[in-house]
């Protein structure tokens, strides 16, 4: 039933993209996906629009690292402006992460606002248990070979050694 609302962004190569990059110690899209599913179950709740909580929260940390902590839901609101999405999607994606940026002004974006919260902690929960048993640190060396952000500082990580080791070389030959 969830899917029949965001069956289109589900498909959208962005979306897709965020099975590959880290978030809270898990894939961005477990994160997006656990947003989507207490959005509707709490839409029902608030009796809020379904459809707009749900795609809101689906595509609400999209692009997350363009930005900080109070301006990364701007940044994901103006790609799905960019989309074609709804002045009620965006402004609940807008406001996500409140009290950290701009307080929620309908019932949808509270929604996305608490169900957002509600599915960090259960990501950290999940953190904390998996660090336990393994599965965290196995999780997050997965996802350190996938995420290109990762992928980036690492390789920038290598240069830097080789850069180093070059110049120790340089010196020892020159005395
Ligand atoms: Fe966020
Ligand atoms: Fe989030």
Request: with cysteine; glycine share 4%; proline share 3%.
């Amino acid at each position: 039933m969830i899917h029949s609302f965001i069956t289109d962004l589900l498909a959208h190569p962005k979306v897709i993209e965020t099975h590959q990059h880290m978030h809270h110690s898990i894939s961005k899209h477990d994160h997006l996906a656990r947003t989507a599913r207490i959005s509707y179950k709490l839409a029902r709740v608030m009796r809020a629009d379904i459809r707009i909580c749900v795609r809101a929260a689906m595509i609400h940390d999209i692009d997350s690292r363009l930005g900080t902590l109070t301006t990364h839901g701007r940044i994901a609101a103006e790609w799905a402006a960019a989309q074609g999405e709804s002045d009620e999607v965006c402004h609940a994606i807008e406001t996500h992460m409140f009290p950290f940026g701009p307080k929620p002004r309908t019932r949808e974006a509270w929604v996305v606002s608490l169900a957002d919260k509600a599915a960090s902690i259960t990501d950290l929960t999940l953190m904390v248990s998996g660090m336990v048993t393994g599965h965290t640190w196995q999780r997050r060396r997965m996802l350190q070979q996938s995420d290109p952000h990762f992928v980036a500082l690492s390789q920038r990580r290598h240069q830097r050694k080789h850069q180093r080791r070059a110049r120790f070389a340089q010196r020892k030959s020159v005395q």
